[in-house]
């Protein structure tokens, strides 16, 4: 059966962003589907972009007032025709057999929601290969993105790269959050409405995320906060892998008073165990040339103390002194 996909791409001020998308989009092997452009209040338009398209694709552009990503991609829903909703990030590229590939797995296996994996396409930076590397290695907590099949009660689609069927929208809703964690939030009510999520490792994207580690600092810093966020709401939503951050830099601070107590530096040299390991799996099996296996390391250490960091704070914040969870993370 031949399903009709609406892809649903919320945008703010990326228009570049979205000419590389839609470019990837035009060279899909499977054709019915539609792309829905959602413009959230941004101040720099990729509608101009957009109408170089409409010989290209069954393209529609919608311009809103900023809300947030999670209440853009409902506006997409709302206005969508197809019979499965799939949403990207506007810093995604498309492999051109990703929707072959989603619509023979639905076919084939009956989802009702899914979500794929990231990847590092090759003309990216060493920069954005590093970022890829450190949120999705093995090594880290962002091993869940690898592409290895895992149980579907245990896996939450992320936004980025995530699908569900309209009669899904029509039970649960859509996004009830604007910003991040929005879409762990969602996958976490398909599942209390009886529906599974499954995991489809052959449908990646190429996932740019950002183009510094200023940037990815910033990015993970949210991550952590967003993810306490979750923890009051739905307490199912809160396992020790989320804590292995946070303990991570109690576990550096806890070396580096060793070392002052004891009056030597050796306690601090293992971490540089962790990250050699790292360095080798990044570039001996990863495959990554040796200069973007180096900046694994920074990118690994800042995707851990950004993600620990921000997850104490709010965790402090929220849990322990009580105050507005959505207020505090409007402000990130």
């Known amino acids: ?4 996909f609406s892809i649903i791409v919320p945008v703010y001020n990326r228009p570049d962003e ?7 989009l035009t060279k899909q092997t499977y054709q019915h589907f539609e792309v829905i452009i959602v413009e959230d209040g941004s101040t720099n338009h990729c509608q101009p972009i957009v109408e ?7 393209i529609r552009y919608f311009f809103k007032e900023n809300s947030g990503q999670g209440f853009s991609r409902n506006y997409g829903m709302e206005r969508a025709k197809g019979d499965y909703f799939i949403f990207f990030d506007s810093d995604c590229l498309i492999p051109s057999h990703y929707l072959d590939t989603v619509n023979a797995f639905i076919n084939e296996n009956d989802v009702a929601a899914y979500g794929g994996p990231d990847r590092a396409h090759p003309t990216f930076t060493p920069i954005q290969k590093a970022i890829s590397y450190a949120m999705t290695s093995f090594f880290t907590t ?8 895992i149980d579907p009660k245990k896996f939450n689609p992320r936004s980025f790269n995530m699908g569900f069927a309209r009669k899904v929208f029509e039970k649960v809703g859509g996004f009830t959050r604007p910003y991040l964690a929005e879409d762990i939030e969602m996958s976490i009510r398909i599942n209390t409405a009886g529906f599974t999520t499954q995991l489809i490792p052959k449908a990646y994207v190429y996932h740019k995320r950002r183009t510094s580690f200023r940037q990815f600092y910033k990015q993970v810093h949210f991550f952590g906060r967003a993810r306490v966020s979750l923890f009051k709401q739905y307490p ?3 396992k020790p892998i989320y804590f292995l951050p946070a303990l991570f830099i109690a576990g550096l601070l806890g070396l580096l008073t060793l070392s002052i107590a004891i009056g030597t530096a050796v306690p601090l040299y293992l971490p540089s165990v962790y990250y050699l390991l790292i360095f080798i799996d990044a570039w001996l099996i990863q495959k990554l040339s040796w200069k973007t296996a180096l900046l694994t390391i920074p990118a690994t250490f800042l995707q851990l103390t950004g993600y620990g960091w921000g997850f104490i704070q709010h965790f402090w914040q929220h849990i322990v002194l009580g105050k507005d969870n959505f207020a505090i993370l409007r402000r990130g």
Do not use: P, W
Not at 18 to 24: F, Q
Not at 52 to 58: G, I, K, Q
Not at 142 to 149: C, L, M, Q, S
């Open 18 to 24: 979205v000419d590389e998308l839609l470019e990837s």
């Open 142 to 149: 962002g091993g869940i993105r690898g592409g290895k099949d």
């Open 236 to 238: 199912m939503a809160c």
């Open 1 to 4: 059966m031949q399903l009709f």
């Open 52 to 58: 170089t398209y409409r010989t290209h694709l069954n």
